[in-house]
């Protein structure tokens, strides 16, 4: 990958309210990824978005949901002659997390809508998907 030949330009935008007990954040970026050759840079959205709300419902309760938009991208063939488009995505999540002393459970269903998306060319992406994290300080 030739670095010194990436150029990219944009606007990017962050905004985190708190309004207890919810907490909701917003990120927004505009950018243009060009190659020094003239070819857009591969993989990487013209625009993307991220919304996160939490609900604190007391000192051990928390719930969140996250969306994350990615607008089209596109990606060349190996010599470069030809550009696929990949489209548009969003996702969103939802977590819980549990605190108690020193014990911290977080729970994620990821996906939640099972939308089918591609980050690459021919590679499937997860789909529905449930995660949980446990974790003891001491």
Do not use: C, W
Request: net charge positive; proline share 1%; hydrophobic share 30%.
């Amino acid at each position: 990958v030739n670095i010194d030949g990436f150029i990219t330009r944009g606007a990017e935008a962050f905004v985190s309210r708190e309004f207890k007990p919810y907490k909701a954040s917003i990120s927004l970026s505009k950018t243009d990824y060009s190659l020094s050759n003239g070819l857009k840079a591969q993989k990487k959205p013209y625009e993307s978005a991220t919304f996160k709300l939490e609900y604190k419902y007391s000192d051990s309760h928390l719930f969140a949901m996250s969306v994350l938009y990615n607008s089209r991208r596109y990606e060349y063939t190996k010599n470069q002659t030809k550009k696929n488009t990949l489209k548009a995505y969003e996702v969103v999540d939802l977590k819980y997390i549990y605190s108690k002393n020193s014990l911290r459970v977080m729970t994620t269903i990821k996906n939640i809508f099972n939308r089918d998306y591609e980050t690459s060319m021919n590679y499937s992406t997860q789909g529905l998907g449930a995660q949980l994290n446990l974790q003891y300080l001491y």
